[in-house]
């Protein structure tokens, strides 16, 4: 997938009805009130080569921050969101999902509220944890980030 299509797909999602019931869905996997869209997977790299894997990462950060260049242009300049904060939250206090999924895969995140459309649009590489793929990451849901 390139960036266009990236954009088109989050923009998609963005009026798409949520799911009654978790599941997968086309783009990824859906539950009430989220979306969450795999964007770029780089599979094979489980416990592989920590080069190819730092390498990998290196790129799919450059792919966030296109599509970040092209977001921000429309929804306005963001600082980066620190999931680490929310993923040591998890441990004393519930938080809704799909933040606490996502920080449990990505250590930070670009984050919009998408006037009139009652959304949030997160953007984040998954590479927190070597023993998963790594993942460029869109997520879209109703749930205010706690």
């Not at 086309?26 to 416990?47: K, M, N, Q, T």
């Not at 450059?62 to 441990?91: C, F, H, I, M």
Request: net charge negative.
């Amino acid at each position: 997938m390139n960036i266009a299509q990236h954009i088109a797909l989050i923009d998609e999602l963005c009026f798409r009805p949520f799911p009654a019931e978790h599941g997968p869905s086309d783009v990824g996997f859906a539950g009430p009130g989220h979306h969450v869209a795999v964007l770029e997977s780089a599979h094979g790299l489980r416990d592989g080569d920590p080069a190819e894997w730092a390498v990998t990462v290196d790129q799919y950060e450059k792919d966030r921050d296109a599509v970040y260049e092209l977001l921000a242009s429309r929804w306005g300049d963001v600082a980066p969101w620190n999931l680490q904060t929310v993923l040591l939250r998890t441990g004393a206090e519930e938080i809704p999902e799909p933040w606490a999924w996502l920080a449990a895969r990505a250590g930070v995140a670009w984050l919009w509220e998408v006037q009139g459309t009652g959304r949030w649009v997160a953007l984040a590489v998954a590479d927190r944890d070597a023993g998963d793929e790594i993942q460029l990451l869109a997520v879209v849901t109703e749930t205010a980030p706690p």
